[in-house]
């Protein structure tokens, strides 16, 4: 099922709502009890906080506004689990998240149902009224909701990760083995495009408004960069040569001494997965690299990173299925042996060369959930696409997301590009 | 009972064993699931990890060596659960302790359980021979395990202490209100004597030899110091004055920003205990500081802190009981009305004026067990007399307990004492 | 004198070599030998280390491969003066650069004449030759040697202004305090533009190449944001409303307790200036902003700031005079009691929004030089238009000077813009 | 000349004082105006702080309280030149102290000429008054003075050191190659004894009261540890095994990578000096350890450090010459070829095992100068002895010089003891 057939076939906004947090739900069935409890480092959140924050989303800002009945089954909650909307009040140390065992996660799970029970009388109440003021925000929380399933992946993975059992998330799917093709580019000619997202559908403030950028020429390859081109990257010295390097990029894999993509073994012939620990395939995407690596591969490539813009003139182009969350592959899945224009959504994150800014005429809205994206426009580069942790509902061609250039824990890979 | 009673009811040595173990565990009681997994800062060491680092100290020790039949449950745990001795291998990161959820609990429960059949199995097989070189070793696991009793008690209240749920751990005990009376001060005359451990009972390496040493004439403080008289110094700019403290005491205090005892609310009403948050009760004795506080007030008062030898001496002249942690208290309860010396057992540790130096004569045993205390000779203060959560059977005159004088977590207090 | 008239004048290029080298020593003349060692922080550096730096720069990129017959007078200068030129070979850590007191300020002038001499005999023996590889780096080096006079300024700025007595590196000029017009604004309209600079006269690499790009209209305030509008923002609480600004922003002033821009008093009345401390003049630009600041002052004002292709397309609509160094001003001046367009160039550098990117088709020179500009070309933001610190010969409507968000002690002020 | 013969010629006060400020300035012969300016990590003060700083001494201790027509040249200078008295006021922020180029060198030999003619002045008025209050802050004074001639001459090595031109201080003096005899032991009885300043001459606070303590049998080596023998430690992996070290020292090993004393090369040949760089000579005295160092040493050598008091006992039986700075060797130099008990004085200074603690009785001062000592005595360890770089009038037998275990940039070496 293509990505535009879920959409298509999109049901009513209770049952996506009640869906999505089943799905949330049932990503943790593979956990234990112990490990909803740990932030193993400060850009990841315990499980339990992610089932929680996005409890509390709704609890703020769809049930506070608009259920006068509602009642918090703890009022510090509030304090616990928003996560930075400072308009809503004062919040929980971010650092300190991993270090609450209280609520339990049995607590936490009824608060969900308290919070879901309170949901679903509301939206019953309002009925179909497309234009009730709900209506919007509970969409965003789904969406919200969403996002936060992929981070409980990524998150769990770098918790699991660290430890010296290595324990396994989920069972191993077998891996394919066959060959991919070599490098084909794709050219795309200068010219005038929109980008951002058309009105109608869903979407986050970051991608309007929808605007006229001008493109020069370019050629995209036709599918991710793989582990095993990655590997003669390395062969060939690429984290030794400084010249390869963003200075900045230099400077932290001196700093951190990287070597080779987070998850992979000193040997590189081994990678921590969320099956544990896996062989390292040749022919499936590389992933989990920082933007400054992306960025010296495609130099010693002979490449690019492509924008953001150019990125999204191209995946026009492609026809919309991917390796998404539920495909249950939970890693990066290699590219089919033809040479068309493919894996551009799921897979891996895309990072592009493009910094994270306001596209032109962009409002931040009012309120507190004016933070959710606005605030953020700093520092950080757009991936686009979508990973093979993304949710299906969830990704779209104007997506951007965003992550700080140093980070490596989400599943990011590399696409090139070229000036043509 | 006093601790006397206690010691001269020694029971075997197996029967010793099955109650220490068993008393750890009866200590989790009160837990949840969750509780078990986290470190609240480099000091604390999750629950998990005490029971398991219990039982891999005499895995490594008494069962390794001793029982050549002995398998573990998982070669790794020898990597996670050693905690510094380098002899002993390679081990995993202290600072990482609480990020690792596996094994669970009820996996680490297993562990002990397998390790106490073989202790057991080992113990009988060995039988009455005193001579049998696995028996010190034993013996020394009682007491090692008796030190993490008190551990996992001051490492729980910390990590309660960040969430702002406040969870307790125990119920409250209801809190004598009766005063104490002001300081009296009890006089000892110059002279040599012989401090440490006398040879036949167990003690520390760290309490040997026993030695000849030239004490000054000075007098101790009956009690404890209590809440309303470091309120009072607190009140008195205590907080505020350089010329108390020690330079690296006030560079620290700076960069703190100590105002308080740890635990202490800002209004100087309650206090976070095992209990949960209860009001501060004048009458019972100040804990919580570190050295410097400790020192600091004692300067603030006229006075000082003792040295190991006076406290040894004086506390010769005590009976032998206390607020030990068998009484259920946990928390150090007010002196009597009566103006004998007391408290010198239980309540709160002493700060001594004492750096932590090696006994004239000592020698460091050979092996990983040799690290156990000598190399920590360094920067550390020495402690006296227990607390209220050090089990009676642990506690002695001649122990030497060591800390930075930093550290604040311990139930560590003050003892004043002056030359006279 | 405008700036087109200093360019038109542009003498042959040894005079400008002559002339630029002279410049350099003549910004010394205020200082004792004390002044040229010390780095107040690690962006900072000694007086002693330019003067030294833009030597070797010579020295290594047109003595040492045109002149076969220069030696060099201590061939570990290299080491000690190569800032950050990978392929140049190993360099001493810059955070130390302030702790060298060896060669003396006398052996460094030494080194200067000595690079000069062999300068001056390189370029009268290539004559007129326009085509010889050496010119376009002495070119370079002329362009560099007028970088490194502006840094100069400002570093020797910052360390005065730690020192508690205040130095004043210049007599105060008088100061016109004449009011200035309120904010009008000027706008343009959609269209597709050029940028980047065109061929024929110098410019630096990532001024190329010039391209298309599309501009939506927009409107640009007449003049740079003053003392007086930015005082209104911090008693507005500006600095107090995480509403305002960007996350990173919110976190570095929380970090940092920012309250007012660098230099100013706590009282807001005085500022350290290069004339010592001085009054605050409310007509005068605000300057030694972050692009935080900047970027928070624009949202509290409801406007933006602008793109880097806003700035040159409006740049270009104006006259080209500006309050460079050469006016030995050495502050911002005062914009006129007009609502023209005004102090584009010179004053205070502008933030703009436009993060520091690779324009379309940039390409990275090889060797050494291209680290010139190329590896900085991530997380930091573009400033245009010079400031009273900046030659009259350096500056142009295509410059891009470049830093990281969070630094303040260059002349960096605000210039707003908003959709039109 | 003895240092008896030294103290027993003692000139009268204002002779001394005259002669400890000129030795101040005539250490100062070598440098260059540069070389004042800086401080080259947190320990290191700059030349011409030291300079100042001793001036502002007698300026705040002296004439502030005993010369009512005194004034100051500047009073920003008494902010700038305190360095620990928070009851003399505000003072600079140490870590700052190498940024502020004002006042010039030149501008502190006036402060210091001006301070001098002050206290000439009121020397002679007090005349002969052996109870005038000033006289035993002056005696103070001088003392001081001479504490910061030592701190001179080892701030501006570790200066020195770090400028990849090494410069050299003073020339260098030919070395002694004459082997040295093996370890010697002299033994010492058990016995009560007295340490302690004795009254009637000059003495720090620190080392008072005399009192008695209890000394158990012991034996001294005859000399220091030499190069020869600290090459077989490190040949033998003494900075490679965990077990010879104190846990602290094991953790800043690893953390800062030590491999070899302070200024020694990578390969073992050479060190730097206050001469440059010299080759090791096998018979010197090791030197520039930090308490770590030291004590790993003595634990692999069998031996141990000796407490303060055997150092105090054991140098009674010795002569009291040594290689103080007025030999101007500025480096440790060799044993003789002897046996008998040397080098106690000068050469290097010597880390006891006794950390710095107040001697039974010890009182602070009331004011301003009790904070010269009394509040360091935490976290440090005794050094005894003197070395290459100490006045000889300054050094005696109950001098008690303290510092962190972890600094090695001073002049301190390793005397072995064991039981006996």
């Known amino acids: ?21 089943a799905q949330t739900e049932s990503l943790c069935a593979p956990l234990e009890v112990e490990d909803y409890v740990v932030s193993s480092m400060t850009d990841v959140s ?22 006068s009945s509602y009642v918090t089954p703890n ?5 616990l689990f928003n996560s930075y909307y400072v308009q809503a009040g004062e919040r929980h140390c971010r650092a300190q998240r ?48 969403q996002q936060h399933q992929e981070l409980l ?48 559908a869903f979407c986050f403030d970051n991608e309007t408004p929808r605007h006229r950028v001008h493109v020069h020429s370019f050629a995209l390859a036709h599918r991710l960069v793989t582990n095993g081109e990655f590997l003669e990257f390395i062969r060939d010295g690429g984290y030794d040569r400084p010249g390869h390097w ?17 998850y992979w073994s000193d040997s590189l012939e081994s990678q921590f997965t969320l ?58 899945s290699a590219a089919t042996a033809g040479t068309e224009l493919q894996q551009m959504l799921g897979a891996a994150w895309e990072w592009t060369a493009s910094a994270y800014s306001p596209y032109p005429g962009f409002r931040v809205s009012a309120g507190a959930l004016g933070e959710y994206n606005g605030k953020f426009m700093a520092n950080q580069y757009v991936l686009r696409g979508g990973s093979c942790a993304t949710p299906a509902a969830h990704i779209r061609r ?9 980070q490596r824990w989400q599943f990011a890979g590399i696409r090139l590009a070229k000036d043509a």
């Open 1 to 21: 099922m293509t990505i535009a057939d879920v959409r298509a076939a999109a049901p009513p906004l209770l049952d996506r709502l009640t869906q999505a947090r």
């Open 46 to 67: 315990p499980t339990k906080w992610h089932l929680a924050h996005t409890s509390w989303f709704f609890e703020t800002f769809v049930l506070a506004p608009f259920d």
């Open 75 to 79: 009022p510090k909650y509030a304090f």
């Open 98 to 145: 991993g270090l609450v065992t209280r609520p339990t996660v049995a607590e936490v799970y009824a608060y969900r149902a308290h919070v879901d029970a309170a949901l679903r009388a509301l939206v019953e109440r309002i009925g179909d009224d497309p234009n009730h003021p709900a209506m919007p925000v509970i969409e965003l929380g789904v969406h919200h909701e």
């Open 153 to 200: 992946l990524t998150d769990i993975k770098h918790a699991f990760s660290l430890n010296p059992l290595e324990p396994a998330y989920a069972r191993a799917t077998p891996h394919c083995v066959a060959s991919v093709a070599p490098l084909a580019w794709h050219r795309f000619g200068e010219g005038l495009h929109e980008i951002g997202a058309a009105p109608g």
């Open 246 to 262: 963003l200075a900045d990029g230099w400077a932290l894999r001196q700093a951190q001494a990287w070597r080779r993509p987070l």
């Open 275 to 332: 099956a544990g620990r896996r062989p390292i395939v040749a022919a499936e995407p590389v992933c989990h690299l920082s933007y400054y690596e992306a960025d010296a591969y495609a130099r010693w490539a002979g490449a690019r990173l492509p924008t953001e813009a150019e990125w999204e003139v191209a995946s026009r182009t492609q026809g919309a299925s991917g390796n998404l969350v539920e495909g249950g592959q939970l890693a990066p």
């Open 398 to 406: 104007s997506y951007r997301n965003f992550f700080y250039p140093h």
